[in-house]
Nanobody, 124 residues
Framework: QVQLVESGGGLVQAGGSLRLSCGASGRTFSSYGMGWFRQAPGKEREFVGR????????DYADSVKGRFTISRDNAKNTMYLQMNSLKPEDTAVYYC?????????????????WGQGTQVTVSS
């Protein structure tokens, strides 16, 4: 079973940037798609973006499109989330997860092996 660990969260001012990392254990990282979700206090977990196993395709939520970029380095068993032009509404705990079912309609139940999350706080 793959284990995922997020890192790179922190406090940043609005307009700033952060890069999150998601490290995976095991030898099969390059075999599956990966995704990022976030959850703000009092809100449901929200899809941020996903990437195919090869990294050739990415999908993003409308709320982050053009500001966030997902990438991966399969040689390092690591996925990244580059976040630019951050807004206070981006404040949340960010989670990475493995895609278990790739469908056009994206739901959290199609992801597994969730990490523990990393806090991102954007001050105004």
């Amino acid at each position: 079973q793959v284990q995922l660990v997020e890192s790179g969260g922190g406090l940043v001012q609005a307009g700033g940037s952060l890069r999150l990392s998601c490290g995976a254990s095991g030898r099969t990282f390059s075999s599956y798609g990966m995704g990022w979700f976030r959850q703000a206090p009092g809100k449901e977990r929200e899809f941020v973006g996903r990437i195919t196993s090869s990294g050739s395709r990415t999908d993003y939520a409308d709320s982050v499109k053009g500001r966030f970029t997902i990438s991966r380095d399969n040689a390092k068993n690591t996925m990244y989330l580059q976040m630019n032009s951050l807004k206070p509404e981006d404040t949340a705990v960010y989670y990475c997860a493995r895609v278990t079912l790739w469908r056009a309609t994206i739901v959290a139940s199609d992801f597994g092996s969730w990490g523990q999350g990393t806090q991102v706080t954007v001050s105004s």
